[in-house]
């Protein structure tokens, strides 16, 4: 009896793996967004409900410069985007601020080439980064996007610039968002 529950349970782990192995590569792959038409304007379901919602943008500068913003943006009616920012071997007890530039609305191919530099802060609110004696410092930053219709896809690029000469030390490679 013992033996064939050993047998049963390994042929239960087996079975489990092989479903799983079978069904994981059967995922439905999207590469056109379906659109569905509502009191005549267009909506984008499947743009709306696909990631990337959130992403970890990597800034890199000269030397060991260095800075990451974790962009994080709730599924919640309000629509704001926590932007978590650090930054490390930059000069010591010194002003900074976080930039992003986004290209045309649904226009995203990977290419991100608008210098329209928007300053982040608390919402509509600039607000600086402060490095400690160290050249580190940690800001949370968010953004409202209400106004930005959910499944609206960006190219975005961001940069950190020195606040009293506005020199980028830091700047990101460009990013794909969607609004959720």
Same mark, same amino acid.
């Given at each position: *009896?013992?033996?064939?529950?050993?047998?049963?349970?390994?042929?239960? =782990?087996?079975?489990?793996?092989?479903?799983? =192995?079978?069904?994981?590569?059967? $995922?439905?792959? =999207? #590469?056109?967004?379906?659109?569905?038409?509502?009191?005549?304007?267009?909506?984008?379901?499947? +743009? %709306?409900?696909?990631?990337?919602? #959130?992403?970890?943008?990597?800034? &890199?500068?000269?030397? @060991? +410069?260095? /800075?990451?913003?974790?962009?994080?943006?709730?599924?919640? @009616?309000?629509?704001?985007?926590?932007?978590?920012?650090?930054?490390?071997?930059?000069?010591?007890?010194?002003? !900074?601020?976080? $930039? &992003?530039a986004v290209d045309a609305i649904n226009v995203v191919d990977g290419n991100c080439?608008?210098?329209?530099?928007?300053?982040?802060?608390? /919402?509509?609110?600039?607000?600086? =980064?402060?490095?400690? +004696?160290?050249?580190?410092?940690?800001?949370?930053?968010? &953004? #409202?996007? %209400? %106004?930005?219709?959910?499944?609206?896809?960006?190219?975005?690029?961001?940069?950190?610039?020195?606040?009293?000469? *506005?020199?980028?030390?830091? %700047?990101?490679?460009? !990013?794909?968002?969607?609004?959720?």
């Open positions: *009896m013992k033996s064939f529950i050993k047998l049963l349970s390994k042929t239960w =782990i087996i079975l489990t793996g092989i479903l799983f =192995i079978t069904f994981s590569g059967c $995922q439905k792959q =999207i #590469n056109q967004p379906q659109t569905h038409e509502k009191n005549s304007s267009t909506v984008n379901v499947a +743009a %709306a409900e696909t990631p990337p919602f #959130n992403l970890e943008v990597i800034l &890199r500068g000269e030397g @060991a +410069a260095f /800075g990451l913003v974790k962009f994080r943006q709730d599924n919640d @009616a309000e629509k704001i985007i926590n932007l978590d920012t650090w930054v490390t071997n930059l000069e010591p007890n010194h002003e !900074y601020l976080l $930039q &992003r080439t608008s210098e329209t530099w928007l300053t982040l802060g608390y /919402g509509l609110t600039p607000h600086s =980064i402060y490095t400690d +004696a160290k050249g580190t410092a940690n800001e949370a930053l968010w &953004r #409202n996007v %209400a %106004a930005v219709p959910s499944g609206s896809a960006f190219d975005i690029h961001f940069r950190v610039v020195d606040a009293s000469t *506005m020199n980028v030390v830091l %700047a990101s490679d460009c !990013y794909k968002y969607i609004v959720r």
